[in-house]
Antibody, heavy 116, light 104 residues
Framework: EVQLVESGGGLVQPGGSLRLACAASGFTFSSYDMHWVRQVVGKGLEWVSV???????NYPGSVKGRFTISRENVNNSLYLQMNSLRAGDTAVYYCVRGAYSGMDVWGQGTTVTVSS | DIQMTQSPSTLSASVGDRVTITCRAS??????LAWYQQKPGKAPKLLISKASNLESEVPSRFSGSGSGTEFTLTISNLEPEDFATYYCQQYNSWTFGQGTKVEI
């Protein structure tokens, strides 16, 4: 079964850091682009980052310079290092597999709360 | 940055209705558009890729069309399980539309 399982969410103070992890199984992890997408409760979806099969990365302006996506193909793992966290980063964070023209497999999400 | 605008934001419908959701891109994205369905408390599900390609196991009452800057998602013969929020996404730089909630 193709599966993505996120972990690492929690409560962090403004200005703090958090590292999310995603464990992939059931497919050849190294062959896919991988994304992080977040969603504020009750609001829409926001793409957060992508890492290609070649290790190239991209971010929207809202997180660029604060968030770093990385992958370990040997462990079938995806990571998101989040620094200088703000209240506006509070959201459910999804690990997502990128297919040819869509995001075809989603994890269940992990909740990040930035609050003092 | 490419902006995606969905309309309407909310759509009231009944079982058996045909509904159409529109998504407009701020510049041409050719056919690089996907549609997702999200139910409360669940992760989104990919319904349609490349504007009109139905993903496997997605019912044929769902269809997508369009290219360039204007796209539509149509659900014919609405079923109870179709009441959900739908998002478009352009796949050049992965921006999502703001979502359309289909409610009773």
């Amino acid at each position: 079964e193709v599966q993505l399982v996120e972990s690492g969410g929690g409560l962090v103070q403004p200005g703090g850091s958090l590292r999310l992890a995603c464990a992939a199984s059931g497919f050849t992890f190294s062959s896919y682009d991988m994304h992080w997408v977040r969603q504020v409760v009750g609001k829409g979806l926001e793409w957060v980052s992508v890492i290609g099969t070649n290790g190239n990365t991209n971010y929207p302006g809202s997180v660029k310079g604060r968030f770093t996506i990385s992958r370990e193909n040997v462990n079938n793992s995806l990571y998101l290092q989040m620094n200088s966290l703000r209240a506006g980063d509070t959201a459910v964070y999804y690990c997502v597999r990128g297919a040819y023209s869509g995001m075809d497999v989603w994890g269940q999400g992990t909740t990040v709360t930035v609050s003092s | 940055d490419i902006q995606m605008t969905q309309s309407p934001s909310t759509l009231s419908a009944s079982v058996g209705d045909r509904v159409t959701i529109t998504c407009r891109a701020s510049q041409s994205i050719t056919s690089w558009l996907a549609w997702y369905q999200q139910k409360p408390g669940k992760a989104p599900k990919l319904l349609i890729s490349k504007a009109s390609n139905l993903e496997s196991e997605v019912p044929s009452r769902f269809s997508g069309s369009g290219s360039g800057t204007e796209f539509t998602l149509t659900i014919s013969n609405l079923e109870p399980e179709d009441f959900a929020t739908y998002y478009c996404q352009q796949y050049n730089s992965w921006t999502f539309g703001q979502g359309t909630k289909v409610e009773i």
